[in-house]
């Protein structure tokens, strides 16, 4: 599914400042892998997705999706197959824009676009079942500008319109580290089950050991731009948050295992 062969990408070259924040990175995701990311602060978590992204170029390596070379594509023509949502609830939606609006501009990405626009009664109908199912009551207010929603139901928002039509792999990058506790833990809910569903395979980053521990099926732990740790199956879900802790500091040394967002 995705195959990220030797990936080095270098912040600065040349300069005082220069900054190697992907070491030579390999990874493979199998179809319907789960994969939650973790690793202390400047770990290359979020430039190892950037990259997949096309937000970043890399120096040197290669990344195929589903036999699709990403690395030739522009950041705007890998949008037709990943699906994002970002830390920040206020990226990843048209703040001006209307909830139907939004949701259409999603349903419509990567698509032939004729000279119409508006929202057809069908894709209303469609929109409505989905936020229903976001249990969040976005489904009577599909007119209401999307800056006018909360940071939880933003980030739900745009959960749905990055999962919208099943992409080729789902990138969440600290997607819930913005939000109150108890709302982080409806859009992790919201997020787990609409992988589960629609099968999806997906990479997320989190600083939580326990987030890390209990979704997906498989843990990758990083430091100084290399994966240092790689889990899955029953070695996974045997962890304890503590047992982590302690593979990190043998891995990566006391002063990572110390980060305290890491061990949030």
Not at 15 to 25: C, G, P, R, S, Y
């Amino acid at each position: 599914m995705l195959k990220v062969d030797r990936l080095t990408k270098v912040f600065n070259p040349g300069t005082i400042n220069e900054k190697l924040a992907l070491d030579n990175v390999s990874l493979h995701l199998r179809p319907g892998d789960f994969v939650t990311v973790i690793g202390g602060n400047g770990a290359g978590k979020s430039t190892l997705l950037n990259c997949v992204a096309g937000v970043f170029r890399q120096e040197a390596g290669s990344i195929v999706l589903d036999g699709v070379g990403l690395d030739r594509l522009p950041e705007h023509k890998r949008a037709k197959y990943l699906g994002r949502v970002f830390q920040d609830p206020l990226m990843g939606t048209a703040a001006d824009m209307e909830i139907e609006e939004n949701l259409a501009l999603a349903n419509r990405r990567g698509k032939p676009r004729g000279l119409s626009w508006g929202v057809t009664a069908r894709e209303r109908a469609q929109f409505r079942e989905k936020l229903a199912a976001l249990e969040l009551g976005l489904e009577d207010r599909m007119a209401v500008k999307v800056r006018l929603l909360s940071g939880g139901q933003r980030q739900a928002l745009t959960l749905l319109m990055a999962t919208l039509n099943a992409p080729k792999l789902l990138l969440l990058d600290e997607h819930t580290a913005a939000l109150d506790p108890k709302t982080a833990r409806k859009v992790l809910s919201l997020s787990d089950r609409f992988i589960s569903e629609m099968k999806l395979t997906c990479m997320m980053v989190t600083h939580n050991m326990r987030d890390a521990i209990q979704y997906g099926n498989r843990l990758i732990m990083m430091s100084q731009g290399k994966i240092i740790l790689d889990v899955n199956g029953g070695d996974k879900k045997n962890l304890s948050v503590e047992e982590l802790v302690q593979l990190f500091s043998r891995k990566a040394g006391e002063e990572a295992a110390n980060d305290r967002m890491l061990l949030g």
